[in-house]
């Protein structure tokens, strides 16, 4: 066991991205050829799964599961059969930049 206490700022509480939820809409990528065996796949309700992620493993998650989050979702269907239609949620998360094809300034 450590014999220093710990700081307030440094406990869990304290910690905005980890406490933060972010809600995620994950559907079909538009160029996908099959978008209906993706909805089965993911258990989509009217084409969209919705997501909710703690804000400290939203890239890491968006990544892990290759989803497209460029504008216009300009990534090939054949590559990456998602696609993030609520890019917005990603305001603030500090590790968004690790989503595929996610840009901040692309969405201004």
Do not use: F
């Amino acid at each position: 066991m450590l014999e220093d206490t710990i700081l307030e700022n440094e406990t869990r509480d304290a910690d905005i991205q980890w406490n933060r939820i972010v809600e995620l809409e994950i559907a079909p990528h538009p160029k996908v050829q099959y978008p209906e065996t993706i909805e089965l796949d993911y258990g989509m309700t009217s084409g969209v799964l919705q997501v909710n992620v703690r804000a400290a493993m939203a890239g890491y998650m968006l990544r892990h599961w290759n989803v497209d989050c460029s504008k216009g979702h300009k990534h090939d269907g054949n590559e990456m059969q998602l696609c993030l239609r609520n890019p917005a949620a990603l305001y603030g998360v500090q590790n968004a930049l690790m989503a595929p094809g996610y840009d901040a300034e692309s969405w201004k």
